[in-house]
């Protein structure tokens, strides 16, 4: 059964860093797109990085410059190196992969993993 499995949450103050690790296992993603959301309590997930079916990385605003998402296919590892935290980024962090449409387009991220906790204090 495929499977996407987070590690690498954890608690940090400020300005500290933190790299998320999403482990595919039971299947290749090789050719999807992968893609890291986060949810803090009472607001809705959102979408916070990821890298395209062409390997080309995405960004949403607020963490541009400050985190990097990258993509080992020979591990079925995607990445998430954190820089720069801020007490917004506070959530639990959700790795998700979804089938391709055509080339950087993927409609549907419909593989979740179980997520992993990141908390920043100020």
């Known amino acids: 059964q495929a499977q996407l499995v987070e590690s690498g949450g954890g608690s940090v103050q400020a300005g500290g860093s933190l790299r998320l690790s999403c482990a595919a296992s039971?299947?290749?993603?090789?050719?999807?797109?992968m893609g890291w959301f986060r949810q803090a309590p009472g607001k809705e997930r959102e979408r916070v990085a990821g890298v395209d079916n062409r390997n080309v990385p995405w960004y949403t605003t607020s963490v541009k410059g400050r985190f990097t998402a990258s993509l080992d296919n020979a591990e079925n590892t995607l990445y998430l190196q954190m820089s720069n935290l801020k007490p917004e980024d506070t959530a639990m962090y959700y790795c998700?992969?979804?089938?391709?449409?055509?080339?950087?387009?993927?409609?549907?991220?419909?593989?979740w993993g179980q997520g992993t906790q990141v908390t920043v204090s100020s």
């Open positions: 998700a992969a979804a089938a391709p449409l055509y080339a950087g387009y993927c409609p549907a991220y419909n593989i």
């Open positions: 039971g299947s290749t993603y090789k050719g999807y797109c």
